[in-house]
């Protein structure tokens, strides 16, 4: 089966930049999808960014376009969030995810199978 590692976490002033890293194990479908979903106290998860694995087609919640991007690297069949311009309500514990089949909805949680550990980011003001 998949299985997704998530290394480190990170701590970063406002408007610096943070990127987090996801390495896979196992088969991802071409059909399938990964994805980096958030939870902050108090809020319900949140779909942040997601990439159609066969053809690479990438998804943004409206409050982070611009400042991330989503990308995968093939040959090590790892996924990245390049985090840029953080805001103090970007602090979230941050989840890397795989859908085990086609999502109609990429960027909502409930489309995806497996997931990782999840990592602490922390943004100050």
């Known amino acids: 089966q998949v299985q997704l590692v998530e290394p480190g976490g990170g701590s970063v002033q406002a408007g610096g930049s943070l990127r987090l890293s996801c390495a896979a194990s196992?088969?991802?479908?071409?059909?399938?999808?990964m994805g980096w979903l958030r939870q902050a106290p108090g809020k319900g998860r949140e779909g942040v960014a997601a990439?159609?694995?066969?053809?690479?087609?990438?998804y943004y919640a409206d409050s982070v376009k611009v400042r991330f991007t989503i990308s995968r690297d093939n040959a090590k069949n790892t996924l990245y969030l390049q985090m840029n311009s953080l805001k103090p309500e970007d602090t979230a514990m941050y989840s890397c995810?795989?859908?085990?089949?086609?999502?109609?909805?990429?960027?909502?949680?409930?489309?995806?199978?497996?997931w990782g550990q999840g990592i602490q980011v922390t943004v100050s003001s």
């Open positions: 995810a795989a859908s085990g089949d086609w999502v109609t909805l990429a960027l909502s949680a409930y489309g995806y199978r497996y």
């Open positions: 196992g088969d991802i479908c071409r059909q399938c999808s």
């Open positions: 990439i159609r694995i066969g053809g690479g087609t990438t």
